[in-house]
């Protein structure tokens, strides 16, 4: 099954076109690198199948329905129960606890505080940050915090992660921790990735690479 589609996209600033008439696909399970030189789409790209940004013309796909209007309810459901993102920034409360953090995320899901709790603690050691959960997030290093970030997309019920430079902010020892990471658990919970990267090394670990300027970017 298609993860995701894109079929003739074109997308413009004005009168600048950012991406003309674009066609690609993802698969489910798969991970994918996206590349191609600063200001070519690849961030707006991930926003449009995010419902984060509208495009001008085309059809955008998520497991085979039609993504809806930005603004609408439709849009709410979809990026609350099938999209997850990771990005450079974390996106964490900063004053508050690795635990507070993912039960704020977890605040749509039905289940018990109980179960909500277990559920942290596993994913937490699946990351090895469980001896971290009652930390507040700003002591924690940067490699710590997208460990609790990518904690984050294993709690919630999205089996699409979108990955905006998610290592870009981290040494070279700790982006590849992060990456590997990111690629493990993602293959054992069959998540679909789309990462921008601009990174020639973590692109190639990916199971594909798209590279924008073949693909209808402008």
């Given at each position: 099954m298609k993860a995701v589609e894109l079929k003739n996209v074109t997308k413009r600033y004005g009168k600048k076109i950012i991406l003309n008439n674009l066609s690609l696909?993802?698969?489910?399970?798969?991970?994918?690198?996206?590349?191609?030189?600063?200001?070519?789409?690849?961030?707006?790209?991930?926003?449009?199948i995010g419902v984060l940004e509208s495009y001008d013309s085309?059809?955008?796909?998520?497991?085979?329905?039609?993504?809806?209007?930005?603004?609408?309810h439709g849009a709410t459901l979809l990026r609350r129960n099938t999209i997850n993102y990771?990005?450079?920034?974390?996106?964490?409360?900063?004053?508050?606890?690795?635990?507070q953090n993912l039960l704020l995320s977890m605040q749509f899901i039905k289940v018990s505080e109980r179960k909500k709790n277990s559920r942290?603690?596993?994913?937490?050691?699946?990351?090895?940050?469980?001896?971290?959960?009652?930390?507040?997030?700003?002591?924690?290093?940067g490699g710590e915090q997208q460990r609790v970030a990518l904690a984050r997309t294993m709690l919630k019920p999205g089996k699409l992660i979108l990955a905006d430079e998610p290592t870009g902010a981290l040494d070279t020892r700790s982006a590849d921790i992060a990456f590997s990471l990111i690629q493990s658990l993602c293959k054992q919970h069959n998540k679909t990735v789309i990462m921008v990267t601009h990174s020639p090394e973590l692109a190639r670990r990916a199971d594909r690479i798209i590279d924008l300027m073949t693909y209808g970017a402008s």
């Open positions: 696909s993802v698969d489910e399970g798969e991970f994918v690198a996206l590349v191609g030189p600063s200001g070519c789409g690849k961030s707006t790209i991930l926003n449009m085309g059809e955008i796909r998520i497991f085979g329905n039609a993504v809806p209007a930005i603004n609408g990771l990005f450079q920034s974390f996106a964490l409360i900063t004053d508050m606890t690795v635990q942290i603690d596993a994913v937490l050691e699946s990351v090895n940050m469980l001896s971290h959960k009652s930390s507040v997030v700003n002591t924690l290093s």
